[in-house]
């Protein structure tokens, strides 16, 4: 939300202007988004046999825009999660293995008792693995990658043409 406020601040948009903002956010990520189902089926697995699923993710939305994210493309699968955290909420992420540290505080659990799965071989597996985890690296297809540098490509040529340059941040 901080992001979004940001944003419309400095683009002189009255306060309003962040819900409406943050709802294009969201819709924009419901339309490019989709559910993995082989980790559909392995969250759907876990739960039923007692297990609990926990959501971590260093992204710029909140924990509550990525349940509403995730119950509009899935309803059953949002009744799967047990938590989220996000670097948006706690301040801390994956990358810099803080955020392992954090969920093992709010959960009241300790290392042994996690397996993460994650596509980022640092943040998801090495910085899980220095933290106690179990860990298994779940890569992003190259079809798919080849489909977010493409979108990105996209994105970035869009925002050039309105004349801002957002190369610098704006990365797969």
Do not use: Q
């Amino acid at each position: 939300r901080e992001v979004v406020r940001t944003a419309a601040r400095s683009l002189g948009l009255p306060p309003e202007a962040e819900t409406t903002m943050l709802d294009a956010e969201i819709d924009y990520e419901v339309g490019n988004l989709r559910m993995n189902p082989v980790l559909l089926d392995l969250i759907a697995d876990v739960s039923e046999n007692g297990g609990k699923v926990i959501l971590m993710s260093d992204m710029y939305l909140g924990s509550a825009e990525i349940m509403s994210i995730i119950k509009r493309l899935d309803a059953r699968a949002s009744s799967l999660i047990h938590a989220i955290f996000s670097s948006a909420d706690c301040i801390v992420n994956k990358r810099s293995g803080k955020m392992f540290a954090f969920v093992e505080t709010e959960l009241e659990l300790p290392p042994s008792a996690f397996f993460h799965i994650g596509d980022a071989l640092d943040g998801d597996v090495y910085k899980s693995r220095e933290a106690g985890w179990r860990a298994l690296h779940f890569p992003v297809s190259r079809v798919e990658v080849a489909r977010r540098n493409e979108s990105l490509a996209a994105f970035n040529g869009e925002m050039r043409r309105l004349g801002h340059d957002l190369t610098r941040w704006s990365k797969v």
